[in-house]
Each structure stands twice: as structure tokens, then as C-alpha cells.
């Protein structure tokens, strides 16, 4: 589906020609929505950032952490994300640590090496592109953008019974997608391979 195809799905289920020049912001909404529940390979990203002094921006598009890492190869060490106390409880003779607050990534003991990422990002907006645009979970999730977008119209619109009914299904569309991705993420077997030898082992 393409952004033109988009506007017209919402307007044919608006059946509202004066409220064609307000579709623009209702995706705009449907898209801030979905990128604070969307929890998808779709909007899942790793990039690699350099901090300066220890802290490093955190992408504009920032959803919600997954990892953060530094180190590559086999000296990779896995610097979970905590809450900000943990500078409080940081000593000389600890872990290396990092957290994000306020829009930046701190990493403690201070380090300026490079660190990967991985991390979920709302989706680029579509305002003002053009009608033959579209977007990674556009492309998957038709249903995920109309959904949200009509919700949003309803609630403009102050149709109360129309907005559950939208939002209802925007739930229901947005719950199966994060349910299919978690289990993409999750091996399904609860064997670990022993590559030396090639066998399985319990775990």
C-alpha cells in the first residue's frame, strides 16, 4: 500500500469530503500511535553510535531500547539498559554499565569506544512524501495504519462508538503483530547446538 492509496482508504471509510484536508494529520497521529506499540522487525534497527565524554544521542526517532553492546567479535560484552540510579551505584571496581535519560545514551566508566545499538524507532513520518511512498510496516501491516488512523479521525471527530470499534481493532491488529514478531525472535526449540560436536544438548 502507498501513502495516495493510503489517504484514499481513509477517506472511502470517512465518507467525509470536508475532512479530506485533515487525513494528512490523522496518519500523522496513526503513526505516533503505532510507533509507541509497535514492537517489530519492521521498526527494529542496529546502529552502531560514538560517544563523546561517555554519552552518545539517542536516534531521533527513538522508541524503546532492546541492547546496548560494545566490543565486537568475540570480546562483545552486553551492557544492559538501566534506570538512571544506576550512576548512584556505580564504583570504581564495578561493571561497565550504560543507560539512556533525556534523549542520550551514558555509558559508566565514561568511554568514547563505539557502541552498538539495538533498539525499536517510530516509523519515518509520511507527511509530505510523495503518493507513491510507503513504509516498512505499511507494507506488512495495511490493516496497523488504516486502523490507527481512523481511530484518530474518531476521536477528532468526537464519534466515541466509532473510535472503540476503530481502536478495538487497531488492538486486536497491533497485539497479533507484536505476538508474530516476539515468537520470530524466540526459537521455538529448547535445544542448544554444540557446534564442535554437532549434537544437541538440553538446556
Known amino acids: 500500500m502507498t501513502y495516495g492509496e493510503l489517504k484514499a482508504a481513509i477517506a472511502g471509510y470517512l465518507q467525509r469530503t470536508d475532512q479530506t484536508a ?8 496513526a503513526e505516533q500511535r503505532i510507533g509507541r506499540d509497535a514492537r517489530l522487525l519492521e521498526n527494529r534497527i542496529l546502529e552502531t553510535v560514538t560517544p563523546s565524554g561517555g554519552i552518545a544521542a539517542l536516534p531521533t526517532r527513538f522508541a524503546e531500547m ?17 534506570g538512571a540510579a544506576a550512576a548512584n551505584q556505580f564504583g570504581s571496581s564495578g561493571s561497565a554499565l ?18 552498538d545499538i539495538d ?15 510507503t513504509r516498512p510496516i505499511m507494507d506488512r501491516f495495511e490493516a496497523l495504519y488504516i486502523d490507527a488512523a481512523m481511530a484518530e479521525a474518531s476521536l477528532y471527530l468526537q ?9 478495538q481493532r ?4 497491533i497485539t497479533q503483530a507484536n505476538k508474530a514478531a516476539s515468537e ?16 544437541p544438548r538440553s538446556v
Open 119 to 133: 533498539y525499536y524507532e517510530y516509523p519515518e513520518p509520511l507527511a509530505g512524501a510523495a503518493d507513491s511512498a
Open 22 to 29: 485533515n487525513i494528512i494529520g490523522f496518519i500523522t497521529r
Open 98 to 115: 550504560a543507560y539512556y535519560l533525556s534523549g542520550s545514551i551514558h555509558v559508566l566508566p565514561s568511554s568514547d569506544t563505539d557502541i
Open 66 to 82: 532492546r541492547r546496548i553492546s560494545t566490543g565486537s567479535g568475540s570480546s562483545l560484552r552486553i551492557l544492559m539498559a538501566v
Open 184 to 199: 520470530a525472535y524466540t526459537p521455538r526449540s529448547t535445544s542448544a547446538y554444540n557446534f564442535y560436536g554437532g549434537q
Open 159 to 167: 464519534d466515541m462508538e466509532a473510535y472503540q470499534v476503530w481502536a
Open 170 to 173: 487497531y488492538t486486536a491488529e
